[in-house]
């Protein structure tokens, strides 16, 4: 008999947290490809770079689809929680946290010191982890790699790889597959092959995933973008113009008739890893109220910071006379100033009851805005905005939401604080887009109250830190601005409570007067009585 201690609560198999020998192989496939990576990290000379890289990015591929086919299909169809809250990787345990420090530390390093990953500056060749990808970079678009192309590279890696896994583990329920399918086209095609198809058409045009909008797609409407975006006529001209329809018309759309779950889970790179390579991390992110409070502040300061920001990063390059561009810095605060009071009057006009008591925090944001842009213009000179150089201030834009916090923080800390801490806490375009669902989007997620029985799945698995349980129990629809359709909450709901629907804006809301033991003081209630 084995002495070994099992923390399982499970009576159908204590021992669900063992793997296969199978796995093992699997796991040691894995780890030969990573180790592949970190001798060329070190500088390893390999005799040939194009096939040690086929080598090292098949080799993981391979032992991530062994592993998950062993995992998954030698067992019935349907929900499976597989004691994630007794693995050390996945409830925050000293494998958590090692590569929790591995991830972040490889982001920092990529985005502030990619010059010990290899880079080349100067025209010097690169060495290093880098240069191991010169022979796939030089195939798809002629030019040496950079740390941008491996970073992309085993991302798209990543997504495919545990697109599957997370395939075979939702094998039950077809929305989860399409919706994979989905997120692994749009990185592969949109985000890696056609950005560099696009440089071999023509070497001028700046690096642009077609599926990234603004505020995510912060890098658009910079000088040095915009400037080789109109130098290659038409072309460039059709992009920009795209890039702005897409923020202003067809996101609004798409969003009142699906919901933000058709940009957040279908098509977005940083949605499409956190579902496939973050999902054994869902279970993680906090369903406080305190963590609900500083999400809903957080993510709106950073949706302001990067109005500002976007707008000063464009008003740094435009000029006062009408001579040097018809688009003037006056006319354009104007125009910026004019578009936000346009969207806040509207909301309050027509969607007062929606917003209720957040409106207050609404005319704050929108008045602190407006009073920035006008300081702005006012005290903004030649070179310099808020008193800050106008260089600096386009790079910091960048810096900040770019780098620090959807690189580092975003995905480093998927083992400490989910798969979606960005979405959650950082990502503008989830505060636009949840703006839109909040307000009016045809989307919700239905419950049948009489056949919840409390046990709690879909809370767990919800990434976004929405309570659903909660609703659930109460038979009232879940609207909120959060929530990006993932759908796993319906997908391991045992009793089929949760319905995924797009339905008319009657009757979207539901709020109930059913009261529960968490919803009030039931002694208190009597003696009001």
């Known amino acids: 008999m084995s002495n070994k201690i099992n923390h399982s609560m499970s009576l159908a198999k204590p021992d669900a947290v063992d793997i296969s020998n199978k796995q093992k192989v699997a796991l040691a496939l894995g780890i030969i490809g990573l180790f592949i990576l970190t001798l060329a990290l070190f500088n390893t000379n390999f005799p040939n770079q194009g096939l040690f890289l086929t080598l090292s990015l098949g080799l993981i591929t391979l032992g991530t689809i062994i592993y998950s086919r062993e995992a998954y299909l030698t067992k019935l169809e349907g929900i499976k929680n597989d004691g994630v809250w007794f693995k050390s990787i996945s409830s925050r345990g000293i494998w958590g946290w090692i590569v929790g420090i591995i991830l972040t530390t490889f982001y920092i390093v990529l985005y502030f010191f990619p010059?010990?990953?290899?880079?080349?500056?100067?025209?010097?060749?690169?060495?290093?982890?880098?240069?191991?990808?010169?022979?796939l970079s030089n195939l798809l678009s002629g030019r040496p790699a950079s740390q941008w192309f491996v970073y992309g590279t085993l991302y798209t890696v990543a997504i495919l790889a545990f697109g599957n896994k997370f395939i075979l583990k939702y094998r039950h329920n077809r929305y989860q597959q399409i919706r994979t399918v989905s997120v692994m086209f749009f990185q592969l095609g949109f985000a890696f092959l056609i950005p560099e198809f696009m440089y071999v058409m023509n070497n001028n045009l700046p690096y642009y995933d077609l599926k990234s909008m603004w505020p995510l797609n912060y890098y658009l409407f910079d000088e040095w973008s915009v400037n080789s975006f109109l130098s290659n006529g038409n072309i460039g001209l059709a992009l920009i113009l795209f890039g702005i329809i897409t923020i202003f018309v067809i996101s609004p759309i798409l969003t009142y008739k699906f919901g933000k779950r058709w940009y957040c889970s279908w098509v977005c790179g940083c949605g499409g890893l956190a579902e496939t390579a973050g999902d054994s991390f869902r279970q993680l992110s906090s369903k406080k109220m305190s963590a609900w409070k500083l999400e809903r502040w957080l993510i709106h300061t950073v949706l302001v910071f990067s109005v500002v920001m976007t707008t000063a990063m464009i008003y740094t390059y435009l000029?006062?006379?009408?001579?040097?561009?018809?688009?003037?810095?006056?006319?354009?605060?104007?125009?910026?100033?004019?578009?936000?009071?346009?969207?806040?009057?509207?909301?309050?006009?027509?969607?007062?009851?929606?917003?209720?008591?957040?409106?207050?925090?609404?005319?704050?944001?929108?008045?602190?805005?407006?009073?920035?842009?006008?300081?702005?213009?006012?005290?903004?000179?030649?070179?310099?905005?808020?008193?800050?150089?106008?260089?600096?201030?386009?790079?910091?834009?960048?810096?900040?939401?770019?780098?620090?916090?959807?690189?580092?923080?975003?995905?480093g800390f998927y083992p400490i604080l989910g798969n979606r801490s960005w979405c959650r806490f950082g990502c503008p375009m989830a505060a636009i887009l949840g703006f839109q669902q909040r307000l009016f989007s045809k989307f919700r997620i239905t419950t049948n109250g009489g056949q919840c029985i409390s046990c709690?799945?879909?809370?767990?698995?919800?990434?976004?830190?929405?309570?659903?349980?909660?609703?659930?129990?109460?038979?009232?629809?879940?609207?909120?601005?959060?929530?990006?359709?993932?759908?796993?909450?319906?997908?391991?709901?045992?009793?089929?409570?949760?319905?995924?629907?797009?339905?008319?804006?009657?009757?979207?809301?539901?709020?109930?007067?059913?009261?529960?033991?968490?919803?009030?003081?039931?002694?208190?209630?009597?003696?009001?009585?």
């Open 456 to 529: 709690g799945n879909c809370s767990n698995s919800c990434e976004m830190g929405i309570d659903v349980r909660h609703y659930a129990q109460k038979g009232e629809n879940i609207v909120r601005s959060s929530c990006v359709g993932c759908g796993i909450c319906a997908a391991v709901c045992p009793r089929g409570v949760l319905k995924l629907e797009n339905d008319s804006m009657e009757g979207r809301i539901n709020p109930t007067e059913i009261l529960l033991g968490n919803d009030v003081d039931l002694m208190d209630l009597v003696n009001k009585k």
């Open 115 to 135: 010059k010990y990953l290899g880079l080349g500056t100067d025209g010097a060749e690169n060495t290093g982890l880098i240069s191991l990808f010169d022979p």
């Open 319 to 411: 000029g006062y006379d009408k001579n040097d561009f018809w688009l003037t810095r006056g006319l354009f605060i104007a125009l910026v100033i004019g578009f936000l009071t346009l969207v806040f009057t509207g909301v309050m006009f027509f969607k007062d009851k929606e917003f209720g008591k957040d409106a207050k925090y609404g005319a704050i944001g929108f008045f602190f805005v407006i009073t920035l842009l006008l300081i702005m213009h006012f005290t903004g000179t030649t070179n310099h905005i808020f008193y800050i150089k106008a260089g600096a201030l386009r790079s910091a834009y960048g810096l900040y939401i770019g780098s620090i916090f959807s690189g580092v923080i975003g995905t």
